[in-house]
Nanobody, 123 residues
C-alpha cells in the first residue's frame, strides 16, 4: 500500500519554529515533485512549498517565502518543511502531496496525499 506519512505538527507560540516531515512508503518506482499544502478552517486548501526531483529547486508561496524552507533527502522519498517565524495565520492542517509512480508494469505517475498534520500557532 503506497502512502505518504506526515509528522511534526503541534502547538507553537508566535515566532517559534516547527519542522514537518513527509515520507513516502510502499512499492515506489519513482517520485517527481513533492509539495506541501495547507488548509485553514473555513478556507480552501492552498499551496505552500514544493521541490522538484530533477533540479532540486524549491518554490514557495509568497506568504511563506523567507520563513519556510523545503528540502528533500538523497533517496528522494522524504521531504521536510522547516517553518520559522511562525505566525497565527500559519495555523492550518498541513498536507504532503507527491507525484509518484508505483512499481508495476503499466503504472503511471499520479499525485498522492498524506493524512495531514495540525499546526497551531497561538500564545
Amino acid at each position: 500500500q503506497l502512502e505518504l506519512v506526515e509528522s511534526g505538527g503541534g502547538l507553537v507560540q508566535p515566532g517559534g519554529s516547527l519542522r514537518l516531515s513527509c515520507t513516502a512508503t510502499g512499492s515506489i518506482f519513482s517520485i517527481n515533485d513533492m509539495n506541501w499544502y495547507r488548509q485553514a478552517p473555513g478556507k480552501e486548501r492552498e499551496f505552500v512549498a514544493g521541490i522538484s526531483r530533477s533540479d532540486g529547486n524549491p518554490y514557495y508561496a509568497s506568504s511563506v517565502k523567507g520563513r519556510f524552507t523545503i528540502s528533500r533527502d538523497d533517496a528522494k522519498t522524504t521531504a521536510w518543511l522547516q517553518m520559522n517565524s511562525l505566525k497565527p495565520e500559519d495555523t492550518a492542517v498541513y498536507y504532503c502531496n507527491a507525484d509518484i509512480k508505483p512499481l508495476g508494469s503499466g503504472s503511471r505517475f499520479q499525485y498522492y496525499w498524506g493524512q495531514g498534520t495540525q499546526v497551531t500557532v497561538s500564545r
